[in-house]
């Protein structure tokens, strides 16, 4: 009863320990500092970087340090800073993978492929987004979740797959939903309305720019409604392009570049033969501080120029054009070489693993083998124990049954015994017994002695020796003469002239009882025979 009552208080103990342990351990990663800035983070990145960057990350431990190597990677992502390293969220991934926190996994996962896609490196972005997506099944981040899909539409829709963007897209739309998060729906549905224009999907795309648009804050209506202005000069209807073109001027803030506007407007009075309004818009797209958009201005302008038949405007616009479209095609050869190493990087490094799993399925395939033989050598090993044990067992209750049989049929017979004992102190006794004996001095007669002698002791062992081995010769009736007066195997053999004559005594057990028996059981057999009542 005394330690029925003290178990409660050691489970209680236990408990208390447990409890302590984990505290222990999740205050080892949840530093305050960190704690602090994943805080700040959301709402006020730039402060989470200023605290993070203000902690040495060598006093961390390993679960601090890899939580540190995440909110770092978050903070710069946030704070729009070009990453050029995947080897601090490449920690944070070995980490959580490790420690199956499906949470933080997902969080560096999706960060390791934001890294990538800074680096260029989009096919590993994409990968580690997808990885993101796997290991966020059971997660509840929504926003996390339907940045991810967003991302992943984005990179499907520089592949020209359309479908697929879409779809990332629509999923990464259905979670903004969830959170009513009308500026991100917005967003998402500009991107995927911009993935069925570049598929010449025109209708699709104009559906999805009015939904965007009917979603967008009025900071955020000006480039829907530039592109909108632009699907309606694609489709030739020139009245609705001017009226959304001229509503996106209007609309845009002055934070933001007018320079595509002007593009699309100047473009737009170009077809219409709207010359100088044309020029005016065109060269003020001219301005803009994007290389692409500067070409496209004086692509129309030198195609305006040569028109109007002013050569040297036209000569001026060609040329301009030329020197940017072919630093453009350029700067497009370098990042399709640096596409296609990174291609052939990632596909030497597709063959290396898919060269380590061979090798990891041969070694296996090797050990399944000789863990196969090695059982099966176990079993074979197994069952000769058993049956060897199983056959001394035999032959032990055997040896027992004989040894028993051959002292009750001794009792049962003592005047057999007596006249046999009687007969061991006679001189022909001693002839065969005595090893200082020669074999040469035995003679026939003496051998003929020796059997009248037994055989008149026991007068029907004779006859039961042949009805158990039918076909016994000379030398092996001798053989059981002197077994039955406890002549030694050795002096046996001599006498008979029998070589090997233990391996003869006990193929001689084995065809008398038809069962492998060791040579010391003929002694019994043949002695419980002699021993046997006479049926004569």
């Excluded at 020796?450 to 004779?462: N, V």
């Excluded at 042949?466 to 002549?487: A, H």
Aim: with cysteine.
């Amino acid at each position: 009863m005394c330690y029925i009552k003290k178990i409660p208080v050691a489970i209680a103990v236990l408990t208390a320990c447990l409890f302590a342990l984990y505290a222990c351990d999740r205050a080892t990663e949840s530093h305050p500092v960190l704690l602090r800035a994943e805080q700040l983070m959301d709402q006020h990145p730039d402060s989470a970087l200023m605290l993070l960057d203000s902690i040495i990350p060598s006093t961390l431990s390993e679960a601090g340090h890899a939580h540190w190597c995440l909110l770092i990677t978050q903070a710069r992502d946030k704070n729009y800073i070009t990453h050029t390293s995947d080897s601090l969220i490449r920690i944070s991934c070995d980490y959580y993978t490790e420690h199956a926190d499906q949470d933080r996994l997902m969080k560096a996962y999706y960060y390791r492929g934001r890294v990538n896609q800074d680096i260029g490196d989009a096919r590993q972005a994409q990968e580690y987004y997808l990885k993101a997506s796997d290991a966020g099944t059971i997660s509840t981040d929504s926003a996390l979740k339907a940045r991810i899909y967003s991302n992943l539409g984005v990179l499907y829709s520089l592949q020209d797959d359309t479908p697929s963007a879409v779809s990332m897209m629509e999923k990464a739309l259905d979670y903004f939903r969830q959170m009513r998060d009308t500026s991100a729906q917005s967003t998402v549905l500009q991107d995927i309305a911009r993935a069925w224009h570049l598929s010449d999907s025109l209708d699709r795309s104009l559906y999805y720019y009015q939904q965007a648009l009917a979603l967008a804050s009025p900071d955020n209506i000006a480039y829907p409604l530039n592109e909108i202005g632009g699907i309606w000069l694609d489709k030739k209807e020139y009245d609705q392009a001017f009226a959304y073109l001229h509503a996106a001027l209007k609309a845009l803030p002055p934070f933001l570049p007018a320079a595509p506007v002007y593009l699309i407007l100047g473009e737009a009075h170009l077809q219409t033969g709207n010359v100088d309004s044309a020029r005016f818009y065109l060269t003020k797209s001219a301005c803009s501080d994007n290389p692409r958009t500067i070409a496209s201005a004086y692509f129309h302008l030198y195609h305006l120029e040569r028109q109007e038949r002013n050569l040297q405007a036209y000569s001026l616009a060609q040329e301009k054009y030329e020197r940017l479209n072919d630093s453009i095609q350029q700067e497009n050869i370098h990042e399709t070489i640096q596409r296609l190493q990174r291609l052939y990087d990632y596909s030497q490094l597709e063959n290396k693993v898919k060269e380590e799993e061979w090798k990891h399925a041969a070694t296996q395939r090797d050990l399944n083998f000789i863990s196969a033989v090695a059982f099966l050598l176990f079993l074979l090993s197994a069952g000769c124990v058993y049956s060897l044990y199983t056959s001394r067992k035999r032959v032990k209750e055997q040896k027992v049954r004989l040894d028993s049989t051959f002292d009750s049929l001794a009792e049962a017979n003592p005047t057999i015994l007596e006249s046999l004992n009687k007969f061991k102190t006679t001189e022909l006794f001693s002839k065969f017994a005595v090893e200082a004996e020669k074999s040469d001095d035995i003679t026939g007669e003496d051998w003929k002695a020796l059997e009248k002698k037994l055989c008149k002791i026991s007068p029907g062992f004779r006859p039961r020796l042949k009805v158990l081995y039918p076909s016994i010769s000379r030398d092996i009736f001798r053989l059981c003469y002197l077994t039955v007066l406890d002549i030694k195997p050795f002096r046996i053999g001599t006498l008979t002239n029998i070589n090997h004559i233990s391996k003869v005594r006990a193929r001689l057990c084995l065809k008398m009882t038809g069962e492998k028996s060791s040579a010391d059981e003929l002694d019994n057999l043949v002695k419980s025979l002699f021993f046997s009542v006479s049926t004569s």
